[in-house]
């Protein structure tokens, strides 16, 4: 049995396989991209015109419009907060702390978890804000 060899070009290109391909791509990053989740409370934090990007930490503290207090995503009482901030200083042995509360919040609120703060012997402290966009 003999094969025929031939070293020409060919004249034209299928694109199905390259097709399907791409395809399989794109549904692929369609489905993926659904599951980013973004973790953390919701919150609408008050607009800076000079915000700057905040550091992440594993110290976070969120204040929602309707009181609750957040330590990342745990629930934490008032009563509470100075206890679970001096474990988690001891944890992560960090001195700055991320608060970000909500632009509706009462500034008593912010005042207390501040206070609370100091009492855990956190020095630092950053109040997160959006930047405004102007029109």
Same mark, same amino acid.
């Given at each position: 049995?003999?094969?025929?060899?031939?070293?020409?070009?060919?004249s034209s290109?299928?694109y199905s396989?390259l097709?399907d391909i791409?395809?399989?791509?794109?549904?692929?990053?369609?489905?993926t991209?659904?599951f980013?989740?973004h973790t953390?409370?919701?919150?609408?934090?008050?607009?800076? #015109?000079?915000?700057?990007?905040s550091?992440?930490?594993?110290?976070?503290?969120?204040l929602?419009?309707?009181?609750?207090i957040?330590?990342?995503?745990?629930?934490?009482?008032?009563?509470?907060l100075?206890n679970e901030?001096i474990?988690?200083k001891k944890k992560f #042995?960090k001195n700055n702390l991320i608060i970000?509360?909500?632009?509706?919040?009462?500034?008593?609120?912010?005042i207390?978890?501040i206070?609370?703060?100091?009492?855990a012997g956190?020095?630092k402290?950053?109040?997160?804000?959006?930047?405004k966009?102007?029109?």
């Amino acid at each position: 049995m003999k094969f025929e060899i031939s070293n020409k070009p060919l004249s034209s290109f299928n694109y199905s396989s390259l097709t399907d391909i791409v395809l399989l791509l794109v549904i692929f990053f369609l489905l993926t991209s659904q599951f980013v989740v973004h973790t953390g409370v919701k919150v609408q934090l008050p607009g800076s #015109k000079t915000n700057e990007k905040s550091i992440q930490s594993e110290l976070a503290v969120t204040l929602t419009k309707t009181g609750e207090i957040f330590i990342n995503t745990k629930k934490v009482d008032e009563q509470m907060l100075t206890n679970e901030l001096i474990k988690l200083k001891k944890k992560f #042995k960090k001195n700055n702390l991320i608060i970000r509360a909500d632009k509706n919040v009462v500034i008593e609120k912010l005042i207390n978890v501040i206070d609370a703060a100091k009492a855990a012997g956190i020095t630092k402290f950053i109040i997160e804000t959006e930047k405004k966009v102007e029109l």
